[in-house]
């Protein structure tokens, strides 16, 4: 099994509609991150999570919220998807132990079309 | 907040050397870090430079200078598999890591 497991791996969604992106870790880390990719824009911070009890905006939270149901599970949700949300999004993990020197671990994406 | 600045595309052939650059601004600086990603695939961590210095880990190597709030990831002898996008990110020890747009590096036979 992976290390971080994102479902769904695609989804196509219509305008309006709330959709949940969900990810789980098996690496039994605190800190967890959801990312949004564009081309050319690099990983943007959406939310992040560094205990159960501890949610963060990142720089484009506006239209998402997150649920950290353990220290296991951190989920995305669209409360109402627009076509400018189709993106591949990402979920991370990190040991707060060893904050960034040892890296981030990623799952393999969701790549969400809003149509 | 935070910027970082890479350049879009480098192209260079097999068995060369190519540096990929990265200059960032922040309030608060505690290190910066390296990721690949090849296409359709997660990002993956490559370094993580702290101090001044270059650090290096088999072909790959990283270098910091705080003063200058540069760095650069070196590949040598290079493979086609590491034709891949390359994204440097800044740790400011306050919340999650801020990425650049990231350097597509295209290797030619």
């Known amino acids: 099994d992976a290390d971080v497991t994102q479902t769904p791996r695609n989804r196509i969604t219509k305008t309006g509609k709330r959709i949940m992106l969900e990810c789980s870790q098996t690496?039994?880390?605190?800190?967890m991150y959801w990312y949004r990719q564009d081309p050319g824009l690099g990983l943007r911070l959406i939310y992040y999570s560094f205990d159960v009890k501890d949610i963060n905006k990142g720089e484009i939270s506006d239209g998402y919220s997150v649920s950290r149901q353990a220290q296991a599970k951190f989920s995305l949700s669209l409360e109402s998807a627009i076509p400018n949300q189709t993106a591949l999004y990402f979920c991370a993990t990190s040991d707060p132990k060893q904050g960034a020197s040892y890296g981030y671990t990623f799952g393999s994406g969701t790549r969400l079309t809003v149509v | 907040g935070q910027s970082l600045e890479q350049p879009s595309e480098v192209t260079a052939v097999e068995g060369a050397i190519v540096q990929i650059n990265c200059t960032y601004q922040?309030?608060?600086?505690?290190?910066l870090s390296w990721y690949q990603q090849h296409d359709g695939g997660a990002p993956t961590f490559l370094s993580y430079?702290?101090?001044?210095g270059l650090e290096e880990t088999g072909r790959f190597s990283s270098f910091l200078s705080r003063s200058d709030s540069y760095g650069y990831l070196l590949l040598q002898e290079l493979q086609m598999k590491d034709s891949a996008s390359y994204f440097c990110?800044?740790?400011?020890?306050?919340?999650?890591?801020?990425f650049g747009s990231g350097t597509r590096l295209q290797v030619q036979p």
């Open positions: 430079n702290a101090l001044d």
């Open positions: 990110a800044v740790d400011t020890g306050r919340r999650a890591l801020t």
């Open positions: 690496k039994g880390h605190d800190r």
């Open positions: 922040t309030s608060g600086f505690y290190g």
